[in-house]
């Protein structure tokens, strides 16, 4: 059982910032506390493929990041309060999207590898 809460999404204009946060608890996220394991972001906007957004290594803090988002996105992690964080500036309406918190395993940017989801939280951007 893992529970990955999503919350910070809204509504807000182009060019400005946003930020996310992830909050995880349930007893199989602690038995992966045991071992390494990956925390990220995707996002799905309406017709399109859930993407790739961010991902950080819980144990290490390494993070990875799509082009998309790069030099504009920040992913960062606490490890005492078991939360996480999608630190959002510049954004442009192309970033318009519901974005999910996951949790899993594999050093991946495959959505599929993923099984442990959160409901997401709506981002919208106007421009």
């Known amino acids: 059982q893992v529970d990955l809460v999503e919350s910070g ?4 204009q182009a060019g400005g910032s946003m930020r996310l946060s992830c909050a995880a ?4 996220f602690n038995a992966y506390k045991m071992g390494y394991f990956n925390m990220g972001w995707f996002r799905q906007a309406p017709e399109k493929e ?14 990875y990041f799509a082009d998309s988002v790069k030099g504009r996105f920040t992913i ?8 996480m964080y999608l630190q959002m500036n510049s954004l442009k309406p ?5 974005y999910y918190c996951v ?6 940017t495959e ?5 442990y989801w ?8 106007s421009s």
């Open 9 to 12: 999404g809204g509504l807000v």
């Open 25 to 28: 608890s349930g007893r199989t």
């Open 50 to 63: 859930r993407e790739f957004v961010a991902l950080i290594t819980w144990s290490t803090g390494d993070t």
């Open 76 to 83: 960062s992690r606490d490890n005492v309060n078991d939360a």
């Open 94 to 98: 192309e970033d318009t999207a519901k």
């Open 103 to 108: 949790m899993g395993r594999s050093l991946t």
């Open 111 to 115: 959505a599929k590898s993923y099984n």
């Open 118 to 125: 959160g409901q997401g939280t709506q981002v919208t951007v």
